[in-house]
């Protein structure tokens, strides 16, 4: 049988190639399975984990992301750190790039891999000190800061799943996935996170006298909403992805930013993303979550496959 005309099948290949050449623009990565071949075992959690499940899609943990930092700057501490301690104005995007990294490395890297990039953001934080406003210290290895920071990136992780993933993702999985993502919380310095739904709630609502809108969370929220996105042709996913973290965000934190989506573009949002995230998913064949299942796949015995963290 003749091979197919090379037209016939070039224009997907290239679209996918296209898709997956933005993303790792947008925050980095190299899709190379030799790196894979390298990785000794299936890391903290494993390929029956929720984690892996929650932070397999790259559309909800991109929008996810954004409303993590949403939520992170209403607090003085986080704020603090990245007013005094990073190129805000400059460099959010870059910013978004070495979370999805951590993500990824901590979520789908071997043991030795995740506990690396974990000793990086510890010794990084032992440097990030100074004052508030107000004159009271901060540190960003301080276990408080450590645990806030925690819960507002990962609650926003599993809503943004629930809603553009799997919305009947089973109660005892969303307990699950917070039990899991604590060891890595733990592992930076947090003290007692909280495992579960109900822990994750009541701590948001015990936290909330605490947080603050003020000028400097303006400038840094003004900051993240100008990035340039990685090339014009990503220009309207980045608005999507940007108006769907507004969305996601709880009511409170919402109306504390000043945020208003009306019922129009708030529907025309939700439906544009389901729609990306579609699109990303054909795109993305070899992505973190594929590599590392592959791995998982290989690794047949004990001796190499490492036992899930029970949390």
Same mark, same amino acid.
């Not at 933005?22 to 947008?26: E, H, P």
């Not at 400059?90 to 979370?99: E, H, N, V, W």
């Not at 054909?282 to 490492?306: D, I, K, Y």
């Given at each position: 049988? /003749? ?10 290949l $290239? @679209? ?5 050449g ?5 925050v ?18 494993? /390929? ?5 499940? @929650? ?7 991109? @929008? ?21 301690h990073?190129?805000?104005r ?10 999805a ?33 107000d ?5 960003a290895?301080?276990?408080? $800061? ?11 992780f ?11 993702f /089973?109660d005892?999985?969303?307990d699950?996935?917070?039990g899991?993502?604590?060891? @890595?919380?733990?592992?930076l310095?947090?003290?007692?996170p ?26 840094v ?9 990685p090339?014009p ?14 969305d ?10 000043g945020?208003?989506?009306? /019922?129009?573009r708030?529907a ?5 993303v389901?729609? $990306?995230?579609?699109?990303?998913r ?25 036992a899930?963290?029970?949390?």
């Open positions: 049988m /003749p091979a197919s005309p090379p037209l016939l099948v070039r224009p997907p $290239l @679209v996918r190639q296209a898709v997956v933005q993303i790792r623009k947008l980095g990565g190299t899709g190379d399975d030799s790196i894979e071949r390298n990785r000794a075992d299936t890391g903290l959690f494993g /390929p029956d984990s929720a984690c892996w499940k @929650v932070h397999g899609d790259f559309t909800s943990m991109m @929008v996810g992301g954004i409303a993590a930092l949403f939520l992170q700057m209403l607090h003085p501490g986080p704020l603090a750190g990245v007013w005094d990073s190129n805000f400059r460099d959010m995007r870059g910013r978004l790039g070495r979370t990294r951590f993500i990824a490395g901590t979520t789908y890297g071997d043991r030795a891999e995740a506990q690396g990039y974990i000793d990086r953001v510890r010794h990084i934080h032992a440097g990030v000190t100074g004052a508030l406003p004159g009271r210290p901060y540190a290895d301080d276990p408080e $800061l450590l645990t806030y920071v925690h819960v507002a990136e990962v609650s926003a599993l809503a943004a799943y629930l809603r553009y993933v799997d919305p009947d /089973p005892a999985e969303q699950r996935y917070y899991e993502v604590a060891e @890595v919380a733990r592992r310095g947090a003290i007692d909280p495992t579960t739904r109900e822990g994750i709630a009541a701590y948001l609502e015990a936290v909330r006298p605490h947080l603050r809108y003020d000028q400097r969370t303006r400038a929220a003004a900051a993240l909403l100008s990035q340039p996105p090339s042709a990503a220009a309207p996913a980045m608005t999507l992805a940007f108006d769907a973290a507004k996601l965000l709880p009511d409170w934190a919402a109306r504390m930013h945020f208003r989506l009306s /019922p129009v708030r025309t949002t939700r439906a544009g389901r729609t $990306l995230g579609a699109g990303m054909w795109a993305l064949t070899n992505s973190a979550e594929a590599r590392a299942r592959r791995r998982a796949a290989e690794l047949t015995g004990p001796a190499r496959a490492a899930p963290v029970q949390a």
